[in-house]
């Protein structure tokens, strides 16, 4: 048991430790010494404050800077990876384990695998397709593991912290963190005035009314009639431009 020395005793730190001690042990000094520190722990935590809530995101004026950085990314799977969080609110674990086989090309959706309801279709956009096409085709992964050396690929890409981090270096985006991509968007949409439940249908957040649970069910075009338009304005925001008529090329194997 861990303990401090003192009184010629040893005094249990945490609370548990202390009632698990025989009561022949329960003396004065013990009890005494057991309060002091625990008193010192409150102030501490007291003096602290309670952790804060991150509210980092991307603001919208940002987003020129932000786009610029990350589509000039040495690694494409990276970049596009980067963008796809932005633009489909989704998580990042959600994302990255994506499979070529949750893209539906014909009815234009996306199967998330979602660590709340299982798994949910969200709007296959113009962009985000023009983006995962333009990936090669090394495994069942959409964003794969491009590690060679005689290693076979097979696997997904881990996640890109130290690339996303001088990414948003050069931009000059301090404190933004990969799940304040996910925080972006649901900021960003504040914009366009999206009714909160198509937001959180995207983002698979769960309803917070009874309405939205039993009563309101969005199909996946009605989603694609929002899901577009959020994905327009950041685009336009951005600066970035592309043509969403043309057609995504057929996937590349790569050996």
Not at 34 to 51: F, H, I, Q, S, V
Not at 59 to 77: C, G, H, I, Y
Request: contains cysteine; glycine residues 8%.
């Amino acid at each position: 048991m861990r303990g401090t020395r003192g009184l010629g005793v040893t005094v249990a730190a945490p609370i548990y430790s202390l009632v698990a001690l025989p009561l022949r042990e329960l003396t004065s000094p013990v009890i005494e010494a057991w309060a002091a520190k625990e008193a010192k722990t409150k102030k501490t935590r007291e003096a602290l404050g309670k952790p804060q809530v991150k509210q980092d995101a991307l603001l919208r004026e940002q987003l020129p800077v932000w786009f610029d950085a990350v589509r000039k990314m040495s690694n494409p799977t990276v970049s596009a990876y980067l963008q796809c969080l932005l633009l489909t609110g989704a998580r990042l674990g959600e994302i990255r384990v994506m499979q070529w086989s949750d893209i539906n090309t014909k009815w234009h959706g996306l199967t998330i695998r979602d660590k709340v309801e299982g798994e949910r279709v969200i709007p296959l956009t113009p962009y985000v397709s023009q983006q995962l096409h333009a990936l090669p085709r090394r495994n069942q992964y959409v964003f794969a593991s491009n590690q060679r050396g005689g290693v076979k690929l097979s696997g997904m890409m881990a996640r890109p912290n130290t690339a996303f981090t001088q990414a948003c270096k050069v931009a000059g985006i301090d404190g933004l963190t990969l799940h304040g991509l996910r925080r972006s968007f649901k900021s960003l949409t504040e914009w366009l005035e999206i009714p909160a439940g198509v937001v959180a249908q995207l983002m698979g957040h769960k309803p917070s009314a009874t309405a939205q649970k039993h009563y309101t069910v969005r199909p996946l075009d009605l989603l694609r009639v929002h899901h577009e338009k959020i994905e327009a304005w950041i685009l336009e925001q951005a600066g970035v431009s592309f043509a969403a008529a043309v057609e995504p090329g057929k996937l590349r194997a790569v050996n």
